[in-house]
C-alpha cells in the first residue's frame, strides 16, 4: 500500500503521524545494526571453524571480540581467554561487513543477484545437516523437553525473535520492486513459512545431538555439534558434511548481512528524504545510484562494535528493536483501517483487527522476556533520539513551519 523504501518507518509515518515515525525509524537503526552485529560475530566464528577444519593455527586475539563476558574456551572446556576484556580485535567480523558495503554502494541489482545464490547455498546447508543429523539423535537429550520451564521458553524466544528481522527487511526495498503491491506481501508470507520450518528443523536436530547445555553461548552452535560429533569412532564421515555445513553457514551468514545491511542504509534514507536527518543520507551515487553515503556510514557503524564484542551483547539489544517496531507497525494496521478504511490495499490482514492485537501481545510479551539491563539501554537509546527529533529534526521537517512556507513559495 506504500510501496517506498523506508520499511516499517514508512508505514509509521503514513499511519501514525511523525513523532511516532521518528521513534520507530531510531529504534530501527538500532534494530538493524545491532542484528548485523550479531550476524557478523557469528560469520567470524565460523571462519574460526574453518580455519581449525583445515588445520592452519592463527592467533585467537585477532579471530575473536575484545570483550568476552563467558570468556573463551576450547572443546575440552579450557580457558583460552577469562571472561572481560583482553587485547585483540575480531577481524573477519570487521572485514566482511566493509566487503559488503562495497558491494551494497555499486548497486542492488548486483547485490540481489549474489543474493538469490547465496540463500539457495545456505539452504542446502541446512537441509544437509538436518538430514546427516537424524541418525545420530539421542531421545535422551529431549528429556527434560522443556528444562527451564515456560520462563525459559519466553526468555529463549526474545533471545532468538531477531531471526525474523529478514522478513521485516524485504520492505525496506519495496521502491526496487516490479510490483510491490503483489511481490512484497508473497516475499514476506513464503519466506516467513518456509523459514519458520527450517528454524524447528535445525532445533530439533540440534538439541537432539548434542546436550543443549554444551552449545548455550556458542556463536556457532552448529558446526561444533558436528565437530563433537565427528571426532567419535562412528561420524568420522562427519567431516566433510562439516565443511559442507560450514561453507553454506558462511555463505549465508553474507547473504543475512547483505540483506540487513541494504535495509539499514535504506532507513537513514528514507529519514533524510523526509528531512528528519541531514540531507547528506539521503544523496545518490552519481554512477550507481544509490545511497552511498547512507550505506558507508551503516557499514562503518556495524564494522567497528563487530570487531570489539560479542554476540550475546549485541543479539539482546536487537531483538527489544525488532519486538518495538513489530509492536508499533500492528498498532499502526488497526489506526489506518479505523482512520482510511476506503483506502485501496493491495494486501489486506485477515480476520479485521485480531491478528494486529494478537501480534502486539505476542510482541508485548517476548518483550517481558528480556533482561532488565536491555530495557533500561533501549530506553536511554530512545531518549537520545528524543533528544535529536526536538532539537534538530522537529525544526527542518517538511511539517515545519519553515519548511511548510518554503514549499508555498515555490508552489506560487
Not at 494478537?358 to 533520539?385: D, E, H, K, Q
Amino acid at each position: 500500500m506504500i510501496p517506498i523504501a523506508g520499511s516499517a518507518y514508512t508505514y509509521t509515518y503514513a499511519t501514525l503521524g511523525e513523532l511516532i515515525a521518528w521513534i520507530i525509524g531510531w529504534d530501527l537503526i538500532l534494530e538493524y545494526a545491532f542484528s548485523n552485529m550479531s550476524v557478523s560475530v557469528g560469520f567470524a566464528a565460523h571462519v574460526v571453524d574453518l580455519i581449525d577444519w583445515l588445520g592452519i593455527k592463527m592467533d585467537p586475539k585477532w579471530l575473536s571480540p575484545a570483550y568476552l563476558p563467558l570468556g573463551l574456551q576450547d572443546l575440552a572446556g579450557h580457558d583460552i581467554y577469562k571472561p572481560g576484556w583482553h587485547v585483540g580485535f575480531n577481524i573477519p567480523a570487521f572485514l566482511i561487513v566493509l566487503i559488503l558495503t562495497v558491494i551494497l554502494v555499486r548497486g542492488i541489482r548486483e547485490s540481489a543477484r549474489t543474493n538469490n545464490i547465496m540463500v539457495l547455498v545456505k539452504i542446502f546447508a541446512i537441509l544437509l545437516f538436518i538430514f546427516f543429523g537424524l541418525s545420530f539423535i539421542h531421545p535422551g537429550n529431549y528429556h527434560p523437553f522443556v528444562p527451564n520451564g515456560f520462563p525459559g521458553v519466553l526468555a529463549g524466544g526474545s533471545i532468538i525473535f531477531f531471526t525474523y528481522i529478514g522478513f521485516d527487511s524485504v520492505s525496506t526495498a519495496s521502491e526496487e520492486c516490479r510490483d510491490p503491491r503483489r511481490d512484497v506481501p508473497i516475499g514476506i508470507i513464503a519466506t516467513l513459512v518456509i523459514c519458520t520450518l527450517l528454524y524447528v528443523g535445525v532445533a530439533a536436530t540440534l538439541t537432539g545431538i548434542v546436550p543443549w547445555q554444551s552449545i548455550a553461548g556458542d556463536a556457532a552452535p552448529v558446526v561444533t555439534a558436528l565437530k563433537r560429533i565427528s571426532l567419535t569412532p562412528e561420524g568420522h564421515h562427519l567431516h566433510w558434511v562439516r565443511l559442507a555445513v560450514l561453507l553454506g553457514a558462511i555463505v549465508g551468514m553474507i547473504s543475512s548481512i547483505l540483506v540487513f545491511q541494504l535495509g539499514q542504509a535504506r532507513v537513514w534514507f528514507a529519514m533524510s528524504r523526509d528531512r528528519l536527518l541531514p540531507d547528506v543520507f539521503s544523496s545518490l551515487n552519481p554512477k550507481y545510484r544509490t545511497p552511498a553515503f547512507s550505506t558507508w556510514f551503516a557499514g562503518i557503524l556495524v564494522a567497528i562494535p563487530s570487531g570489539l564484542f560479542d554476540v550475546g551483547s549485541f543479539a539482546e539489544m536487537s531483538n527489544i528493536g525488532t519486538l518495538f517496531a513489530f509492536v508499533l507497525v500492528s498498532i499502526g494496521v488497526i489506526v489506518l483501517r479505523r482512520r482510511q478504511p476506503e483506502r485501496h490495499r493491495g494486501f489486506r490482514v485477515p480476520f479485521g483487527p485480531v491478528i494486529p492485537v494478537l501480534s502486539t501481545l505476542c510482541c508485548v510479551l517476548l518483550m517481558a522476556g528480556l533482561p532488565a539491563i536491555t530495557w533500561v539501554r533501549f530506553f536511554v537509546w530512545l531518549v537520545i533520539g528524543l533528544f535529536v527529533y526536538f532539537l534538530y529534526s522537529r525544526k527542518r521537517s517538511e511539517f515545519a513551519p519553515k519548511a511548510q512556507s518554503i514549499v508555498t513559495l515555490q508552489e506560487k
